[in-house]
Structures are given as structure tokens and as C-alpha cells.
């Protein structure tokens, strides 16, 4: 009951946390910046929006967002949150996950192609080709975890005694992995230095130039999925950041969701104090992310046995 | 050089003195001069005793005219000469139906009938066709090339113009801009009103070159009518001139620092522009400096409170400005973006004759202010330009010197005491009859240069404008080749020219 609780608590406040970015750029810009609640905003008023669709273009192309949605809602089932155990959990679901969040990818890119925009075509190419390499990052990790706590459930590695922590027997290795899943994280959901949300430049957009034609609710869930996406991995990396939950349930809550809006902050910090990758350098920042994992992983070889 | 005749920037000569040459000697005398380093400034055609003439307007470190009487074709220079001669000879036969033989790129400009009446020389029948829109662009053939589309309707609030890329992959190979949305028949109507409203027309030409373009046709009429302008009003038109320069390239440097997601820089830059714009509107009422100035002087006394007004905000926001130039360009990612994008060689910059900071970034050191100062830049120090790569990052920093170099200059001019007697209102003024005169200013973007002709009765025989623009699109066509594509936002905002400049 309490692990449905949060799901739907997670759920809900998905689309609070991107205003959070919003609001540290602003902050750092010196500027007011979106309310907080933007997104809810944006949200309502284009579910309220009918959708407009290409004469051109087929049933893929109303199916992508339904999917990537989908695709994007499932892992928040998956993960712990907030000290509790998901609702969901089985042996090798991780692996599941990341390849059910492909789909949703892969859908996204097949509607983008269904438009035979020359854009969006550009976008889904950047997109395969840059999450094939984040790829190898992810997988490193769930190497590496796999060879901390010899589990492939998110719900382990997350929750209950064999929990990987920083403060575990091979907690320093943990460090590689924030680092490199925060890379991921900006790299997997379009921000900076990898993409730019706020561009309105469909030559140098990523992910935004492939949504170009969707609209109204469609355009909704795509940007929902998108804030789920975002809170997954920010929720990844709390877990590796935040100490062992043992206190009680709403400590517990508030040290998670805390140290969760600290990751949203170290967001909006990174992008506004950098400028955006020349897009031929982007591969090799995402590769960066996996030499640090894979180097970790060596060095489990080591001691852990 | 007895086919051309020196002139002088700003000073009206009878038009009985230019040159008339045979087609074949005007052409070789044209070809002659800019293959010795000299540049087109202007290449127009006009009617004249029911026939045609050629004139052209060349500088090296002097200003000279020539002119040609011409039939329905001539001999075009673009191909054996120069690239400078392109868009001229374009513009040439599109208004007037004159072809340019052996041109290797014969396209509208601005799509329009000519002025002539007679047949048009790309085939387009402007009545009863859609004719923007139709366009053969240059193709690169193979299988893995890709074409993409840009515009005429963009994401952004900005200008119409289309962009055709040929791609391979990520890598631009090509790209062909063309513009003439925009065409609002300036050049054709200005001969036409009343004298009064020249001023106000050449103001809307290019709306961020309000201060620069007015300037040049006020000079014009100045010297055709014989008007003398007093040390203030002088002092008043190069402060807005500067203020006007200063207020662009900040927004400039805001954008160029938004397109890199830099954000910090974009939102101090776009405030600190407003801040120049209020600084044009403390002269005269209007934040892009419209209605200042007039032939003869200007339409707004500066008196001791704009003083304080403009120095009180000078000292408030200079160093400001030095501390986010230096946020902006000590940023490690951002010389990353900046460097080695969208380069332009110096000798492809002057095979093109680049003008402004465009011309300047690729270490063509000409500035209109020096070469051929008016009002009171005769008396101001010059700029040097320390980073000349032709790169995105030297076009940035070309800017960034502007801007502490004007910003010096209009402390300078605040010290001096002059203060103009009165303001000046237009009139209608008899001007000189078959004169020609020439005035050429940097504008922020580069040589913004007029061209006036009278005829007999002192009527504006031909009125020709030219924006810095003109010259400076190609530069960004060739700053892409072999660029990634996803650069040509940046590159574009680097150079940011004028769409309406360009089309008339």
C-alpha cells in the first residue's frame, strides 16, 4: 500500500522537478524564471489542445508518443522510492528496463522519420546514434553492480540489505558511477551540454527537433514521459548519493525527495555554467562516462574477491 | 586612372564629370582596379536619356566613380574577375533587365519586374505566376547526400529568407541563401515622395541601422543642397551612431552566448542592450534613435541633462559590461564552440569583399570611420582588431573591442563643449541639379553606403542604397563549407545580417 503511495506520489510530482532546473538557471541568470509549477501548466493546457497530424504521415506516427509514454512511466514502477520497496520487482528487471525504455526510443524515432521532415530526421539520427553510446555506459554499471551485489533487480540494488551504498564495502567505486550516471542522465534526457531544451534552432536540436510535429495531448504525454525519464535517473543517482535509509518513513521521504531536488539543482548548476558541445565532441563525453564505469569495473576484479 | 574620377565621401559632383566609357573599357578598367586591391562599393545601373548607364563606385584608400553607357547586355565580371561583382550584377539584371553575359550564377534577387519594362531576364512572368518560392537551387549529386530546407518561415521570431543546405551526414558541403521576402520597393520609391520623407523611409531600411542609414541619406541631401552642419549636431549624430553599434553588438554577443546554451551572458547582454537603446531614446525620444537625425543637423538639442543622463549611465554600466564580456569569453566550453567554427579565410574574405566586422574578423582592416571619416570621426582614435581567424570566435571578439572602443569614443565626445545652435526640421530643399553624390558611414554591421543622382530640374534621378548585408551573406554561405550543420545557428548569429537591409 505504502510502495503504491509513493508511485503515485512519484508520479505526480515528476513534472515539479524540471521546474526546479528552471528556476536555478534563472536564479544563476539573475533572472525571475517560469513558476515552479510551469510544467503542470504547459501539461493542462495541451491536453485541453486537439492534435494535428500530417496528411503524410501513418498510424506510426500517432503511435510513438502512446509508447515512448509507456515506455518512459514503467521503470518509476521499478525502482524503490523513498525507502520503500517498488511495486514491481523480479530477477534481471534493470535489463528489461532499459530495453523497454529502447522501445519507447525507438518509437520516438520511427514517428520521427514517419514525417520525412529533413529535421527530424537529422534529430533521430543524433538520438540513435548518442544513446547507442550511453548504452555501454549503463550496461558497465549494471556490470559493476552486478559484480557489488550479484543481483539484476533495481529493487536490490536499491532497497533491503545488500543495497550497494557509499558507505559499503566498495563504496568509493560508487563515485565513478555518480559521476557517469549523471553524465547519462544529461545525455538520455537532452540537457546541456549534450542538447539544448530551450533551443528553438531545429538545425542543432536533438531530442526536441524529433517532436517537432506532434501537438496537443500527444505532445502531453511525450513531454510527461520525458519528466518521468528525468526522474528515473535522478532517482538513480540519489540512491547512490544519499546514505541508508533506517530512520522512519517520512525521514526517509524527505532525505529522498531532498536529495532528489539536489540532483535537479546540479542540473540547472551544469547548465548554466557551461555552453553546449560541438556536436562532433558529444560522443566522445558520452564515452568518458563509460571509461569511468569500465575503470571501476577493473578494479572490482581486484579486491572484491 | 583617366577613367575614373576621384570623389569624395559626402561631396556632391556634377555628373557631367563621371567618366562615360565604352562597355569594353569600363569593364577592363573595373577589372583593373579590383584586382589591385580595390573594392566595389557601388555597381547599379539607371536610365538616362532613354537609354541605360553603368555606375560604379570603387575604393582602394580613395572613393572613385565611373560609368558606362550599356544596351540590354554586358560582360560580366564575376566569373573572370572577382566575386565581388556577383550580387551587383544580379541586382542589375533584375532591375533593370540588362544582362550580365557569361554570369556563372544568374538568379533574382529580390524577385521583382524590372524597372525598365523590359523583358525579364530569368524568364518570370510576375503577373500571372507565384514567382518567390520557385527556386533552382544548387544541387550536389550522390547517394548519400541529403538536402535540408531552411525557411523562408523559421522557428524563431526572425526575419524570412531560405537557406539550402547539401549535406553529407552531419557535414554542410554547400549553402545557398535566398532572400528577397522582404522587398519592399525602397529604391523604387524613394525618387518619388516628397523630400521631407526620405529621412523617415531610410530610417525603416534596415530597422537596427535606423541611425546609419538616415545618416547617409541626410549627408546626401546635406551635400546636394549645400547644407553646412554645426559641431554639435556632429557630435550628437556620432554618439548615436555608436550608441546604435554598442546596442546591437551586445545583443549580438547575448544571442551568440543563448545559441551555445550559455545562459548567464544572454540574459545580462539582453539587458544590457536595452540599457543602450534607453540611452538613444534619452536623445531623442526613440529607443532605435528614429527622428534624430535631419538634414542639416539634428532634430534634438543635447543639453546639459542628457549629458549627465548618458555619462551617469556609462559609468554605471561599463564595468558591467567588461565583467560579462569576460564571464562570456574566459568560458572554457565556450571558446570550445566558438574557435575554429565557420572560418573565413582572409583571402576568401577579400576575393568577396567582406565589409564591418565580418571583413575585419578575417583581418580586412577596413572601417569606414578611418578610411573615410564624417562627422567627427576625423578627429576619434581608431580600433585595432587583435583576433583576426575568421572564425566565429574572432567575429565575437571583433565585437566585444567595438564595443569598449565605442563606448570609449562617446566619453571622449561628451567632454567636448560644442552644443548645436537649434534643432533642425525638414524642409523641402532645392537640390543641386546633375550631381552625383556618395556617402558611405560604418554602420554596426559595416559599409552602409547612398548613392543619389539628380537629373536636370534637381529631381532624385536614381536613389541607390546599399546595406552592408549585401556584400556579407555570401561571407556566411562560405563560413559553412565543411562545417557541421548543427553550427549553422552559431555561425548565422555571428555575423546576424540584415534580411530587409538586403532586400529594399
Not at chain 1, 513534472?15 to 536564479?27: D, E, M, S, Y
Not at chain 2, 556584400?471 to 556566411?476: K, P, Q
Request: charged share 20%; proline share 5%; glycine share 8%.
Amino acid at each position: 500500500m505504502e510502495s503504491i503511495l509513493s508511485c503515485t506520489l512519484a508520479l505526480l510530482l515528476a513534472p515539479l522537478f524540471p521546474g526546479v532546473i528552471n528556476k536555478t538557471k534563472a536564479f544563476v541568470a539573475s533572472k525571475k524564471g517560469p513558476p515552479l509549477l510551469m510544467k503542470y501548466y504547459t501539461l493542462a493546457k495541451l491536453l485541453r489542445k486537439g492534435s494535428v497530424y500530417s496528411t503524410s504521415s501513418s498510424f506510426v506516427f500517432k503511435m510513438g508518443p502512446t509508447v515512448s509514454f509507456a515506455a518512459a512511466a514503467m521503470p518509476l514502477f521499478f525502482i524503490p522510492l523513498a525507502g520503500l520497496p517498488p511495486l514491481f520487482s523480479f530477477q534481471g528487471d534493470v535489463i528489461v528496463l532499459f530495453y523497454i525504455m529502447g522501445i519507447g526510443r525507438f518509437f520516438t524515432i520511427v514517428a520521427a522519420l514517419d514525417t520525412a521532415s529533413p529535421f527530424e530526421g537529422m534529430g533521430a539520427a543524433r538520438e540513435a546514434f548518442f544513446s547507442m553510446l550511453a548504452e555501454a555506459t549503463i550496461f558497465a554499471v549494471l556490470i559493476l553492480f552486478y559484480r557489488m551485489n550479484g543481483s539484476l533487480s533495481l529493487a536490490e540494488y536499491f532497497h533491503g540489505d545488500k543495497a550497494v551504498s557509499l558507505t559499503g564495502p566498495a563504496g568509493a567505486l560508487l563515485l565513478f558511477v555518480i559521476v557517469a550516471m549523471f553524465m547519462v542522465l544529461l545525455t538520455e534526457n537532452s540537457r546541456v551540454p549534450v542538447d539544448d531544451p530551450q533551443t528553438h534552432l531545429e538545425l542543432t536540436m536533438i531530442h526536441e527537433v524529433m517532436i517537432l510535429d506532434h501537438s496537443g495531448p500527444d505532445l502531453a504525454l511525450i513531454e510527461l514521459g520525458a519528466f518521468f525519464k528525468l526522474f528515473f535517473y535522478s532517482a538513480f543517482i540519489t540512491h547512490l548519493l544519499q546514505p541508508l535509509t533506517s530512520f522512519g518513513a517520512l525521514a526517509n521521504a524527505l532525505i529522498f525527495y531532498g536529495v532528489l531536488t539536489l540532483v535537479y539543482v546540479a542540473v540547472g548548476v551544469t547548465e548554466s555554467t557551461m555552453a553546449r558541445f560541438k556536436m562532433n565532441l558529444v560522443p566522445k563525453y558520452i564515452l568518458t562516462s563509460f571509461t569511468l564505469v569500465f575503470f571501476a569495473a577493473i578494479l572490482t576484479m581486484g579486491f572484491l574477491q | 586612372m583617366d577613367n575614373l574620377v576621384q570623389i569624395d565621401n559626402g561631396v556632391a559632383i556634377s555628373r557631367a564629370d563621371i567618366p562615360c566609357l565604352s562597355p569594353e573599357n569600363f569593364g577592363l578598367t573595373l577589372a583593373d582596379f579590383v584586382k589591385n586591391d580595390g573594392f566595389v562599393v557601388q555597381f547599379f545601373a539607371y536610365a538616362e536619356h532613354g537609354g541605360h548607364r553603368l555606375l560604379a563606385v570603387l575604393r582602394n584608400d580613395k572613393l572613385y566613380a565611373t560609368g558606362c553607357e550599356v544596351g540590354a547586355e554586358f560582360p560580366s565580371l564575376t566569373g573572370w574577375v572577382s566575386e565581388k561583382f556577383h550580387m551587383f550584377e544580379r541586382e542589375i539584371a533584375e532591375q533593370f533587365g540588362i544582362r550580365p553575359t557569361a554570369h556563372p550564377w544568374l538568379k533574382m534577387v529580390r524577385y521583382h519586374p524590372n524597372y525598365a519594362g523590359r523583358a525579364d531576364v530569368f524568364g518570370n512572368d510576375y503577373q500571372n505566376e507565384e514567382i518567390p518560392g520557385r527556386y533552382d537551387c544548387f544541387r550536389v549529386e550522390g547517394e548519400a547526400i541529403h538536402e535540408v530546407a531552411v525557411g523562408p518561415v523559421h522557428a524563431g521570431i526572425i526575419e524570412p529568407g531560405h537557406f539550402r543546405f547539401q549535406c553529407a551526414g552531419e557535414e554542410v558541403l554547400h549553402l545557398e541563401i535566398q532572400l528577397g521576402y522582404q522587398h519592399r520597393g525602397v529604391e523604387k520609391m524613394l525618387p518619388t515622395v516628397a523630400q521631407r520623407r526620405l529621412p523617415i523611409i531610410c530610417e525603416a531600411i534596415a530597422g537596427d541601422t535606423a541611425i546609419g542609414h538616415n545618416l547617409c541619406c541626410c549627408q546626401a541631401i546635406e551635400a546636394l543642397a549645400g547644407l553646412k552642419v554645426d559641431a554639435g549636431a556632429q557630435l550628437v549624430r556620432t554618439i548615436a551612431l555608436e550608441l546604435e553599434r554598442i546596442a546591437n553588438h551586445l545583443g549580438d554577443l547575448g544571442a551568440l552566448s543563448g545559441d551555445v546554451a550559455f545562459n548567464p551572458p544572454a540574459a545580462y547582454f539582453g539587458r544590457m542592450r536595452g540599457d543602450f537603446l534607453n540611452l538613444l531614446q534619452v536623445l531623442c525620444g526613440n529607443r532605435f534613435g528614429k527622428g534624430l537625425v535631419r538634414p542639416g543637423g539634428v532634430a534634438f538639442v543635447m543639453g546639459a541633462e542628457q549629458r549627465k543622463l548618458i555619462i551617469d549611465k556609462l559609468d554605471e554600466i561599463e564595468p558591467q559590461v567588461k565583467n560579462v564580456c569576460d564571464l562570456l569569453f574566459t568560458a572554457h566550453t565556450v571558446q570550445a564552440r566558438f574557435e575554429g567554427t565557420g572560418p573565413v579565410s582572409r583571402e576568401m574574405a577579400a576575393d568577396l569583399g567582406l565589409v564591418g566586422y565580418a571583413g575585419r574578423a578575417c583581418g580586412l582592416a577596413y572601417d569606414a570611420r578611418v578610411a573615410f571619416p564624417t562627422e567627427c570621426y576625423g578627429q576619434l582614435p581608431h580600433n585595432t582588431n587583435e583576433m583576426t581567424n575568421g572564425d566565429v570566435y574572432s567575429r565575437a571578439s571583433v565585437r566585444r573591442e567595438e564595443i569598449m572602443h565605442s563606448l570609449a569614443l562617446i566619453r571622449l565626445l561628451l567632454k567636448r563643449p560644442e552644443t548645436t545652435a537649434q534643432a533642425v526640421m525638414m524642409e523641402e530643399r532645392p537640390l543641386a541639379a546633375d550631381s552625383l553624390v556618395v556617402t558611405i558611414n560604418e554602420g554596426w554591421r559595416g559599409e552602409v553606403s547612398h548613392c543619389v543622382l539628380t537629373a536636370a530640374d534637381g529631381s532624385i534621378l536614381r536613389y541607390k542604397v546599399k546595406d552592408p548585408s549585401f556584400h556579407n551573406w555570401t561571407g556566411l554561405a562560405m563560413s559553412l563549407r565543411n562545417q557541421g550543420i548543427s553550427d549553422f545557428p552559431l555561425c548565422n548569429k555571428s555575423y546576424n545580417l540584415s534580411y530587409c537591409g538586403f532586400d529594399l
